[in-house]
C-alpha cells in the first residue's frame, strides 16, 4: 500500500502509460541536428503508476484524499514486514456495525446478558468480546466533534473522512446541494467487492435505505433522501438519484461509472424500510402494511417489480415465513424488506404482525446464500436499533439489541471458517449513556444501585433512590410498565430531573431513565469506540486508529483493490 499511497498523494491522480513512449526521443528525423538546451533544473522524476487502473476512475476522489493516504500509512506502519507477506489472505469479510454501540453499552450488555443467565454478570462475555484482537476508533466527522451514522460510515466502507448526513462523497460536498455530487463520489468496499466477483450483501434492522446500510452502495448529498419523495424538487430536477433507488440500480450504476466493469448488484438485502420502494398507492399496500397507505414514492415506481424484473430468478420476501420458505443453498439473490419502516426492536419482535426475523436468523441466511460464490463475499450487518432505543432513552432496548448483535456475530462465527473470513465487529458512534453509583457486584445493571453490605437501594443527597444507569440529555424518566417498543416514549414532552423511584420497577422494559439535559432525543456521544477482530488481518486491529482506516484492513485482508483491478 506504501507505493499506491506515495503514487496518490497528488491533488489528481494520472495513470502513467507503461510504455512512456513520449520520454524516450528519437531525434533520428531530425538529423541528429537538434539542439536542446539542458534544463536548468533535474527533470522531475514521474511518480510510479498507481497499483490500480481503477484509480483513474471511481478511486480518483479517495485516493487524492489526504484522510484516505493518511489511514493506509498509518495501518502500514504498524507492521510492514507481516502485512507484505499476509495481503490478501482472507476469502471472505463480515463487518457488523452496532449502531451507537459505545463502550458503555458493550459493557452494560455484556453485564446484563449474563444476568439474564443467571450469572451476576460482570464476568461474562458477549461473543466479540473474545476475539483475539481489539482497539479503538476515533469517530469524529471532518466538520462535527460528535458524528452522525452517514459520515461515521461512509468512513468506515470507503476509508476517508466526510461530513455529517452525507453518503458516500467526500467532504468537498455539500449537504443538500445536489449539483456537488459530481466528482465527489468515493468507491466503497462494497462496490470494489462487486468488481472484484465477490458476492455482497448488507442486513440492517434499520431501513435498507437508512445512513449506515446506504453508505455502501450510494451517493447522496443528504441521508434523508431515502426516496424521490424526501428529495427537493431541485434535486430531483438537477439528476440526483433517491438511495432506494440506488440500491436497485446499483449494477447499472456502477458499470457506467466504472469502465470495464461487469457487476451483478447486492447478491442479499435483508431489513426494513419497504415504504421507500413503493408507490403511494393503497393499491400496493402489503399484508402488514400499518399505515392507509404504506408507500412512500411519489415517481409511481415499484423498486420491488423492477428489481425482481432485474433479477428473475432472486426471491422477494416480506415476512417470517416467507423468509423461513427459502432455500438458501439453491438461490443467488434474495431481497426482505420486513417492515414498512425500520424492523421491530428485538424485545419487540413477537409482536410484529406478519413476523420478521431476527438479527442473528437473518446473518446466518445471507452467509449460506453469499457462501455459494466461489470467489468469496462480503457482507455487512447492522444492529441499528440500539442507536434507536438510546435516542428513545430506553437502556433496556438498546441493551436487548447489543445481546441480539452478539448472537448475530456468534452465528457467523460458526458458519464461516475463521481462517479464511475476516470478522469485525465495531460501532458507527457511542451514546450519552453512562455507568455510574457504587453498585454492589451483581446488581441488576438496570436496577437501582445497591451498594456492598446494604440491604436496600442507596439514595443520593435528595434522599431518593438512583440507578446504575442514566443519560446525560434527551426524553428522561417514563415509567411505561411492560412496554417492549422503546419509542412509544415520544408519546410524551421531555422531562429532566429527578423522580422518586422507590415503587418504581425500574427493570422493566418499558422503564425510561433519568436524564439531566431536556431534549426532544438523546444524542450520539462523542467517545471512541471498540473495534474488534478475528481472522486473517485482524492483527492489523490495535491502538486507536481513524474510522477511516478499517476500510484499509478489509482492503489488506483481502487485496480487493488489486482483485478488481484484475477483474478489469
Same mark, same amino acid.
Given at each position: 500500500?506504501?507505493?499506491?499511497?506515495?503514487?496518490?498523494?497528488?491533488?489528481?491522480?494520472?495513470?502513467?502509460?507503461?510504455?512512456?513512449?513520449?520520454?524516450?526521443?528519437?531525434?533520428?528525423?531530425?538529423?541528429?541536428?537538434?539542439?536542446?538546451?539542458?534544463?536548468?533544473?533535474?527533470?522531475?522524476?514521474?511518480?510510479?503508476?498507481?497499483?490500480?487502473?481503477?484509480?483513474?476512475?471511481?478511486?480518483?476522489?479517495?485516493?487524492?484524499?489526504?484522510?484516505?493516504?493518511?489511514?493506509?500509512?498509518?495501518?502500514?506502519?504498524?507492521?510492514?514486514?507481516?502485512?507484505?507477506?499476509?495481503?490478501?489472505?482472507?476469502?471472505?469479510?463480515?463487518?457488523?456495525?452496532?449502531?451507537?454501540?459505545?463502550?458503555?453499552?458493550?459493557?452494560?450488555?455484556?453485564?446484563?446478558?449474563?444476568?439474564?443467565?443467571?450469572?451476576?454478570?460482570?464476568?461474562?462475555?458477549?461473543?466479540?468480546?473474545?476475539?483475539?484482537?481489539?482497539?479503538?476508533?476515533?469517530?469524529?466527522?471532518?466538520?462535527?466533534?460528535?458524528?452522525?451514522?452517514?459520515?461515521?460510515?461512509?468512513?468506515?466502507?470507503?476509508?476517508?473522512?466526510?461530513?455529517?448526513?452525507?453518503?458516500?462523497?467526500?467532504?468537498?460536498?455539500?449537504?443538500?446541494?445536489?449539483?456537488?455530487?459530481?466528482?465527489?463520489?468515493?468507491?466503497?468496499?462494497?462496490?470494489?467487492?462487486?468488481?472484484?466477483?465477490?458476492?455482497?450483501?448488507?442486513?440492517?434492522?434499520?431501513?435498507?435505505?437508512?445512513?449506515?446500510?446506504?453508505?455502501?452502495?450510494?451517493?447522496?448529498?443528504?441521508?434523508?433522501?431515502?426516496?424521490?419523495?424526501?428529495?427537493?424538487?431541485?434535486?430531483?430536477?438537477?439528476?440526483?438519484?433517491?438511495?432506494?433507488?440506488?440500491?436497485?440500480?446499483?449494477?447499472?450504476?456502477?458499470?457506467?461509472?466504472?469502465?470495464?466493469?461487469?457487476?451483478?448488484?447486492?447478491?442479499?438485502?435483508?431489513?426494513?424500510?419497504?415504504?421507500?420502494?413503493?408507490?403511494?398507492?393503497?393499491?400496493?399496500?402489503?399484508?402488514?402494511?400499518?399505515?392507509?397507505?404504506?408507500?412512500?414514492?411519489?415517481?409511481?415506481?415499484?423498486?420491488?417489480?423492477?428489481?425482481?424484473?432485474?433479477?428473475?430468478?432472486?426471491?422477494?420476501?416480506?415476512?417470517?415465513?416467507?423468509?423461513?420458505?427459502?432455500?438458501?443453498?439453491?438461490?443467488?439473490?434474495?431481497?426482505?424488506?420486513?417492515?414498512?419502516?425500520?424492523?421491530?426492536?428485538?424485545?419487540?419482535?413477537?409482536?410484529?404482525?406478519?413476523?420478521?426475523?431476527?438479527?442473528?436468523?437473518?446473518?446466518?441466511?445471507?452467509?449460506?446464500?453469499?457462501?455459494?460464490? $466461489?470467489?468469496?463475499?462480503? @457482507?455487512?450487518?447492522? %444492529? !441499528? +436499533?440500539? &442507536?434507536?432505543?438510546?435516542?428513545?432513552?430506553? #437502556?433496556? =432496548?438498546?441493551?436487548?439489541?447489543?445481546?441480539?448483535?452478539?448472537?448475530?456475530?456468534?452465528?457467523?462465527?460458526?458458519?464461516?471458517?475463521?481462517?479464511?473470513?475476516?470478522?469485525?465487529?465495531?460501532?458507527?458512534?457511542?451514546?450519552?449513556?453512562?455507568?455510574?453509583?457504587?453498585?454492589?457486584?451483581?446488581?441488576?445493571?438496570?436496577?437501582?444501585?445497591?451498594?456492598?453490605?446494604?440491604?436496600?437501594?442507596?439514595?443520593?443527597?435528595?434522599?431518593?433512590?438512583?440507578?446504575?444507569?442514566?443519560?446525560?440529555?434527551?426524553?428522561?424518566?417514563?415509567?411505561?410498565?411492560?412496554?417492549?417498543?422503546? $419509542?412509544?416514549?415520544?408519546? @410524551?414532552?421531555?422531562? %429532566? !430531573? +429527578?423522580? &422518586?423511584?422507590?415503587?418504581?420497577?425500574?427493570? #422493566?422494559? =418499558?422503564?425510561?431513565?433519568?436524564?439531566?439535559?431536556?431534549?426532544?432525543?438523546?444524542?450520539?456521544?462523542?467517545?471512541?469506540?471498540?473495534?474488534?477482530?478475528?481472522?486473517?488481518?485482524?492483527?492489523?486491529?490495535?491502538?486507536?486508529?481513524?474510522?477511516?482506516?478499517?476500510?484499509?484492513?478489509?482492503?489488506?485482508?483481502?487485496?480487493?483493490?488489486?482483485?478488481?483491478?484484475?477483474?478489469?
Amino acid at each position: 500500500m506504501k507505493t499506491f499511497a506515495k503514487a496518490v498523494g497528488m491533488s489528481a491522480l494520472v495513470v502513467i502509460a507503461a510504455a512512456c513512449d513520449s520520454n524516450n526521443n528519437n531525434n533520428s528525423d531530425f538529423g541528429g541536428a537538434l539542439v536542446v538546451d539542458p534544463p536548468t533544473e533535474p527533470a522531475p522524476v514521474p511518480a510510479p503508476a498507481p497499483v490500480t487502473m481503477l484509480s483513474a476512475a471511481d478511486l480518483q476522489t479517495n485516493v487524492s484524499s489526504s484522510w484516505f493516504v493518511d489511514a493506509a500509512d498509518r495501518l502500514e506502519a504498524r507492521d510492514p514486514a507481516r502485512l507484505l507477506a499476509e495481503r490478501g489472505s482472507a476469502r471472505n469479510v463480515i463487518l457488523f456495525v452496532g449502531d451507537g454501540m459505545g463502550v458503555s453499552t458493550v459493557t452494560a450488555a455484556r453485564i446484563f446478558a449474563g444476568q439474564m443467565a443467571g450469572e451476576s454478570g460482570e464476568e461474562g462475555y458477549l461473543s466479540f468480546g473474545e476475539f483475539p484482537y481489539a482497539g479503538l476508533v476515533k469517530t469524529y466527522n471532518v466538520d462535527a466533534q460528535t458524528p452522525d451514522s452517514a459520515g461515521t460510515m461512509t468512513a468506515m466502507i470507503s476509508g476517508l473522512k466526510t461530513d455529517v448526513g452525507v453518503i458516500g462523497v467526500d467532504a468537498d460536498i455539500e449537504r443538500g446541494d445536489c449539483s456537488t455530487v459530481a466528482g465527489n463520489e468515493v468507491a466503497t468496499y462494497l462496490e470494489l467487492a462487486e468488481i472484484a466477483g465477490l458476492a455482497t450483501g448488507i442486513i440492517s434492522t434499520a431501513r435498507v435505505t437508512h445512513a449506515t446500510p446506504a453508505a455502501t452502495y450510494a451517493k447522496s448529498a443528504d441521508r434523508n433522501w431515502e426516496d424521490v419523495s424526501d428529495m427537493p424538487s431541485a434535486a430531483v430536477n438537477g439528476g440526483c438519484e433517491d438511495i432506494a433507488s440506488q440500491l436497485v440500480n446499483l449494477e447499472a450504476n456502477l458499470e457506467a461509472r466504472v469502465p470495464g466493469a461487469d457487476v451483478d448488484g447486492i447478491d442479499v438485502v435483508l431489513g426494513g424500510g419497504r415504504r421507500h420502494f413503493l408507490p403511494k398507492d393503497p393499491a400496493f399496500n402489503t399484508a402488514d402494511a400499518v399505515s392507509s397507505v404504506e408507500g412512500d414514492r411519489t415517481d409511481g415506481r415499484d423498486l420491488t417489480a423492477e428489481w425482481q424484473q432485474q433479477y428473475p430468478q432472486g426471491v422477494y420476501v416480506i415476512d417470517r415465513a416467507g423468509f423461513e420458505s427459502v432455500d438458501t443453498s439453491s438461490i443467488s439473490k434474495l431481497l426482505g424488506l420486513f417492515n414498512e419502516s425500520h424492523m421491530q426492536y428485538e424485545a419487540d419482535r413477537e409482536n410484529d404482525i406478519a413476523g420478521e426475523p431476527s438479527l442473528s436468523e437473518m446473518t446466518a441466511a445471507a452467509i449460506d446464500v453469499l457462501d455459494n460464490n $466461489d470467489q468469496g463475499f462480503f @457482507l455487512m450487518v447492522e %444492529s !441499528g +436499533r440500539i &442507536d434507536h432505543a438510546h435516542h428513545a432513552g430506553n #437502556a433496556h =432496548g438498546a441493551l436487548v439489541d447489543t445481546v441480539e448483535l452478539s448472537r448475530a456475530v456468534a452465528a457467523a462465527m460458526a458458519a464461516t471458517d475463521p481462517q479464511e473470513t475476516l470478522i469485525l465487529v465495531t460501532a458507527d458512534h457511542g451514546h450519552v449513556m453512562t455507568l455510574g453509583g457504587y453498585p454492589k457486584r451483581g446488581n441488576p445493571i438496570l436496577g437501582k444501585v445497591v451498594v456492598t453490605g446494604a440491604t436496600g437501594p442507596a439514595l443520593a443527597a435528595d434522599g431518593m433512590p438512583y440507578t446504575t444507569l442514566a443519560y446525560t440529555n434527551g426524553l428522561g424518566f417514563r415509567d411505561m410498565g411492560d412496554e417492549t417498543d422503546a $419509542d412509544a416514549a415520544y408519546s @410524551l414532552p421531555p422531562f %429532566s !430531573g +429527578r423522580v &422518586d423511584l422507590s415503587s418504581i420497577d425500574t427493570e #422493566a422494559s =418499558g422503564y425510561h431513565q433519568e436524564t439531566l439535559v431536556p431534549l426532544g432525543s438523546e444524542t450520539h456521544s462523542g467517545e471512541d469506540v471498540g473495534l474488534y477482530a478475528n481472522g486473517p488481518g485482524a492483527h492489523l486491529v490495535s491502538g486507536t486508529s481513524e474510522q477511516s482506516v478499517i476500510f484499509h484492513i478489509m482492503d489488506y485482508a483481502t487485496d480487493l483493490l488489486a482483485r478488481a483491478d484484475a477483474a478489469i
